[in-house]
């Protein structure tokens, strides 16, 4: 039979997704996750769930050599920046010390091809716009930090045991599947758009804007936002990079262009034809003006070509999976 990938995380917004894109392009898949964010209904059917922490050595063993896994996904993992600051111990457990333990396994069973979810805050607040990959790394909140050990880990363990990786660096990840099989489910949302859908539909008081004094052309912060369906394929084409056997890359994901809090609340006036109740309100701490992507090196490297990256097309699936939550599946 043919070899199987690993996903961590599955039935989290994000890894859905890929369960979906990877179901899709008939590419088998096995997912563990606990459960603690994730829903058992955003995988697919014909994926095995398997219930559990992947800082689990044991279970990770047995899940790698039941199913034939050759590959791995790594998604789970805590990613609400405030909370990082709150807990950090909490962020280096759940990020760094569990991806430890998956890493060790990966090297010890020698499986030798790794995906890893990273974020745009291993760049912390750069002094240049846009960010290409050879930025310096200098996150200012621990969920960065956490998330920038891991990348150093998988490099590190690449140059000692020939694990190969794919460190994919996420921008601001947005919208939800077209086909409404998946979407962002948490009712305790912070990410604008999600926010934004949620005051649009009376869900939620109003939006309150954060800051509008910031040197950007309309005072708010500007974000290149980036479709989760296109984000996904990346991760295939990612997945199928490092079993031809290509090389270790570091790939930034976003579109290489930007938007501001302004320009996305408009957006999804326009495709509603509804307003979003929102307040200005004072800047967030920890928020850079501005996170725009070189998006150059992933199309280069992997061919990626991304399909749904206008920001009226992000809101319109946001929008449309917010409503579906209202009517729940049986
Ligand atoms: N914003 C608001 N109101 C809200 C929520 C957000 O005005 O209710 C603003 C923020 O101030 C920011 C922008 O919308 O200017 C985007 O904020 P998000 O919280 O949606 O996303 P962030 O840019 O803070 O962070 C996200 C991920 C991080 C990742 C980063 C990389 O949460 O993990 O993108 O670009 F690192």
């Not at 050759?70 to 909490?90: C, Q, T, Y």
């Not at 590190?156 to 794919?166: E, F, Q």
């Not at 990410?191 to 004094?213: E, N, W, Y």
């Not at 302004?262 to 800047?283: D, I, K, N, Q, Y």
Request: charged letters at 20%; one cysteine or more; a negative charge.
């Amino acid at each position: 039979s043919s070899p199987c990938v690993l996903v961590t995380g599955g039935a989290g917004y994000i890894g859905s997704h890929v369960l979906h894109a990877l179901t899709d392009a008939g590419i088998p898949a096995v997912t563990i996750d606990n459960l603690s964010t994730g829903r058992r209904r955003a995988v697919p059917g014909a994926v095995p769930l398997i219930e559990g922490d992947i800082g689990d050595a044991s279970l990770l063993e047995r899940t790698i050599r039941e199913h034939r896994v050759d590959a791995v996904m790594h998604f789970a993992g805590s990613i609400v920046v405030p909370e990082s600051v709150s807990n950090p111990l909490a962020y280096y457990r759940n990020n760094t010390v569990n991806s430890l333990t998956l890493l060790d396994t990966c090297v010890r069973l020698g499986v030798g091809n790794v995906v890893f979810s990273s974020t745009a805050a291993v760049y912390g607040s750069p002094e240049r716009v846009p960010i290409d990959e050879e930025t310096p790394t200098v996150p200012i909140n621990p969920y960065g930090a956490s998330k920038l050990m891991t990348e150093r880990m998988l490099r590190d363990a690449g140059a000692a045991h020939g694990v190969r990786s794919v460190i994919l660096r996420y921008f601001n990840v947005a919208g939800a599947d077209p086909e409404g099989r998946t979407g962002q489910a948490t009712p305790v949302a912070t990410h604008l758009i999600k926010v934004a859908c949620q005051a649009l539909l009376g869900r939620r008081p109003a939006l309150s804007i954060f800051g509008t004094d910031y040197p950007t052309p309309d005072g708010t912060c500007i974000r290149d936002y980036i479709h989760v369906s296109d984000l996904a394929d990346a991760h295939v084409l990612a997945l199928l990079h490092l079993r031809r056997g290509g090389e270790s890359l570091v790939l930034n994901c976003g579109y290489g262009g930007g938007a501001s809090v302004h320009e996305v609340v408009e957006a999804l006036e326009r495709v509603s034809g509804e307003r979003v109740p929102a307040t200005l309100a004072p800047r967030r701490p920890g928020d850079p003006p501005q996170l725009v992507a070189v998006a150059d090196r992933i199309r280069e490297r992997l061919g990626w070509v991304p399909k749904h990256d206008r920001l009226d097309d992000i809101v319109r699936s946001a929008l449309v999976w917010e409503r579906s939550l209202d009517h729940p599946a049986p």
